[in-house]
């Protein structure tokens, strides 16, 4: 692998692991994210009620039967089968479908709970106890949840409030009527274990309520685009209830489909019935008239001269004069229906009068029909105030106008026809007054008891089609599956999923918490940070003192951060070319990073090296390194750049060996001043004959001036960054300072790094990160690896 190469992998794995490191400092985000996370899965798991999904699947039949009642009476086209799915889902998630399914057993409206300390459970037919209520007169009980618990098999206590106290439940007793809200109320206690004290609840709905309620619930959909087969199913607590409300449905629609069919058939079974009854009253009358003739009259021996030739074309046209007045009495009733009446519950087919079904009329009932239809479908989801229910409305009338029309002229048509029938009869009978009366007489009684013979057994024939469609009437739904135990879907809890879900959800959080705390950090937290935002090399890292001692080197020459000040002198001997006598100049952006306490124990550790080494408190607004060497300022640097003192006289031996101090002295007003004097650089000059390495405490870089004053006289410029403290916006000025090389030799020192251990080799973060050179030695070496 080429040098370019493996350096390019080598910054980005650094680059890897600062991030790494970053992340680890939040350890316990993720950690506490994910307790919760246990805990409120624990929790749900724990106290959720489970929630069911009962579905059952039916077949709509979408084509003609071969054997359904339009086999049998022609026009029952108009309700077959052959209807949109959507006006079947339509009529499926009807309200008054819903009110019959609904009605059909009281624990489909009358709810029972189980309270328990956290959560309540629907207790559908397992409860203990039953409501039984006539009929709700006053609706102040409707959806309002009463309390109860037993005290004996004979005596119960009732509460309108859980909480209340003791003396706000009413005792009452079983199977005994008593007034609840208005209402006359009875509660049975069924055969089962009672628990005295144990709580339970119940709500009174009517079944239009709860009827309202599953035309939202329930959903109805095609299993597939082409499909006529329809899924219906519905969601809740109680996994049984669930079931039964959907087959109850499922029964109650097919039933509807029967009703709906056989209506039509009823109407016009109702319609025959009621001519029936009129032919038969004259069929009778005629019949004992002709008895009665031959009783009384020898008819053997009357001869029809006349009967070959007008007798048979009378009857005839009596024949179709009683046909054209059963029409006309088809027509006006429908006329009278569709003048009186806003639905088809009334209407008879035309093909009873003879319509065929490929007549106008007959597509025209057909296509007013199909519109009652889309209305009752479209009631189920929007309002009947909404302009679509206007539309159809309009569209209702329009068809109903255009349908009286056209049975008005058919009415006319048939009163024409009957005027020419009636005028024509009328000269046959003129022709038969010739005949001698006796004989007139039979003829005229036999042509009519033979012509209402011939519709009465007409009639018959019809009413006896009728019967045979009803007998016929199949549903056109087949059950594929009925919804059972096997068909129900857990809504509910998956606990190992929950705990999964909940522990993925906390850790995402958590690190994208943490993404965001490292984003927006502006501090210092490793060296990819100072590469980042400056291009001053890092020629040393510092570590945490925990022992909060300031004489480190001194006083632990073995300890970790000791041997980080000697690998820091290292790199100064590097960047110096091997320099004899040094001048270490050291800065930092604001007080409190350690620049003190660095130039200390870098004083320190070049002294114990064995070079002469000067410790000056060039800070001469904040001196404080002669404290740590528990030596007085009475007279230091800024008594000896005003002449008020000689250089001897601020010398002060630390007591260590090689290592010397010049405190800053009294606080003058003009500190600047001072230090930007010929008097400091003679001090420097002075300062280099008798000392071998001079390290210079100047006061912060980003606050005052005196640090880039006194830079042009030191060899070397340490700037020194906090870990965790130092912003990274404030080293934008030293680096200028730098890129523009007003200042030279100038390294950057990264102080108080706390860091774990991770990673392997040279970019595993520790106090083994120097400036190209690793200084880890191995358990053991250092006085704190003694201590492990």
């Known amino acids: 692998m080429s040098q370019p190469l493996q350096t390019q992998n080598n910054k980005n794995l650094e680059l890897f692991f600062s991030y790494l490191y970053k992340g680890i400092k939040f350890w316990y985000i993720p950690v506490f994210s994910i307790l919760i996370a246990w805990g409120v899965a624990f929790y749900k798991i724990r106290y959720f009620v489970p929630q069911f999904e009962a579905s059952g699947r039916i077949l709509v039949k979408d084509e003609y039967s071969s054997w359904g009642q339009e086999y049998f009476v022609k026009g029952l086209e108009l309700v077959s089968s052959r209807n949109r799915l959507v006006n079947e889902i339509g009529i499926i998630k009807s309200f008054p479908l819903m009110e019959r399914v609904t009605s059909k057993s009281p624990y489909f409206h009358i709810s029972y709970y189980d309270i328990g300390n956290v959560k309540t459970i629907e207790i559908y037919k397992g409860s203990p106890f039953q409501i039984d209520i006539d009929s709700i007169k006053d609706y102040r009980i409707v959806g309002k949840r009463f309390f109860i618990k037993f005290d004996n098999a004979q005596n119960f206590y009732l509460s309108e409030d859980k909480e209340q106290n003791e003396s706000s439940w009413r005792k009452l007793n079983f199977n005994t009527h008593f007034n609840l809200q208005g209402n006359k109320v009875k509660i049975v206690l069924n055969n089962k274990a009672i628990i005295p004290e144990k709580l339970y609840a119940f709500v009174v709905n009517t079944p239009a309520d709860i009827a309202n309620i599953l035309q939202k619930r329930i959903i109805v959909k095609p299993e597939d685009k082409e499909s006529s087969v329809l899924i219906l199913s519905i969601s809740g607590y109680n996994s049984q209830k669930q079931i039964d409300l959907i087959n109850t449905l499922i029964e109650e629609y097919i039933q509807y489909g029967l009703d709906k069919s056989n209506e039509i058939v009823y109407n016009t079974s109702t319609f025959i019935d009621g001519q029936l009854k009129v032919v038969l009253d004259s069929l009778i009358s005629n019949e004992a008239r002709l008895e009665y003739f031959k009783k009384n009259v020898n008819a053997d021996k009357i001869q029809l001269k006349y009967n070959d030739e007008i007798i048979p074309k009378v009857y005839d046209l009596e024949k179709d004069r009683i046909m054209l007045e059963y029409k006309k009495n088809y027509y006006e009733y429908t006329i009278n229906y569709l003048k ?15 319509v065929s079904i490929n007549d106008v009329l007959f597509k025209t009932l ?3 029909m199909e519109l009652y239809t889309e209305r009752e479908r479209l009631k189920t989801e929007v309002k009947e105030s909404n302009i679509i229910i206007s539309n159809i409305e309009k569209q209702i009338n329009v068809a109903k106008l255009v349908l009286i029309d056209n049975l008005r002229t058919r009415l006319d048509k048939v009163n024409f026809e009957l005027q020419q029938i009636n005028q024509q009869i009328k000269n046959y009978d003129n022709k038969l007054i010739q005949i001698p009366s006796a004989e007139r007489t039979l003829v005229n009684i036999e042509r009519t008891y033979r012509l209402y013979n011939d519709l009465y057994n007409y009639l018959l024939q019809k009413r006896a089609e009728t019967s045979l469609a009803a007998a016929s009437n199949v549903s056109k739904v087949e059950v594929l599956d009925w919804a059972n135990n096997y068909r129900l879907n857990n809504l509910g809890i998956n606990s190992s ?9 906390a850790l995402l959080l958590s690190f994208g918490i943490i993404f965001l705390l490292i984003y927006f950090n502006q501090k210092v937290q490793d060296k990819t940070d100072l590469e980042k935002f400056t291009q001053i090399p890092v020629v ?10 300031s004489l480190v080197a001194l006083n632990n020459p073995k300890s970790v951060i000791t041997e980080s000040y000697r690998s820091l002198k290292t790199n100064i001997s590097f960047m110096s070319e091997g320099k004899e006598n040094l001048v270490v100049m050291l800065t930092s952006s604001v007080s409190g990073e350690g620049k003190s306490f660095t130039a200390t124990n870098l004083a320190s550790v070049y002294a114990m090296s064995g070079k002469k080494t000067v410790l000056v408190g060039a800070d001469l607004r904040k001196p404080r390194l ?5 030596l007085n300022n009475h007279k230091g640097l800024s008594n000896l750049l005003i002449h008020k003192a000689t250089l001897n006289e601020v010398i002060q031996d630390t007591g260590f060996e090689n290592l010397f101090l010049i405190s800053s002295g009294p606080i003058p007003p003009n500190p600047a001043e001072l230090l930007a004097g010929k008097n400091f650089l003679n001090l420097l000059e002075e300062l280099k004959k008798q000392f071998e390495v001079v390290i210079i405490d100047t006061p912060p870089f980003g606050l005052v001036t ?5 830079s042009k006289y030191a060899d070397i410029t340490l700037y020194i960054v906090r870990h965790n403290y130092t912003h990274v916006k404030q ?18 020192v990264i102080n108080d790094y706390k860091a774990s251990k991770i990673g392997y080799g ?6 083994s990160y120097g400036y190209g050179y690793g200084y880890g030695y191995g358990y053991g070496y250092y006085e704190e690896d003694k201590n492990m």
């Open 540 to 549: 040393g890292i510092i570590g945490h003192n925990s022992k909060g001692n």
């Open 731 to 748: 080293l934008e000025a030293i680096n200028d300072y730098y890129i523009n090389k007003k200042i030279g030799h100038l390294g950057l």
């Open 497 to 505: 999923a929950e705990y999964r879900n909940n522990i993925i959800i």
């Open 366 to 368: 057909s296509n007013l």
């Open 762 to 767: 040279k970019y595993s973060y520790g106090y």
């Open 340 to 354: 009186n009446h806003d639905d088809s519950k009334g209407i008879v087919i035309p093909t009873v009068a003879d």
């Open 706 to 710: 005196d640090a880039v004053l006194l």
């Open 626 to 630: 002669f404290q740590d060497f528990g």
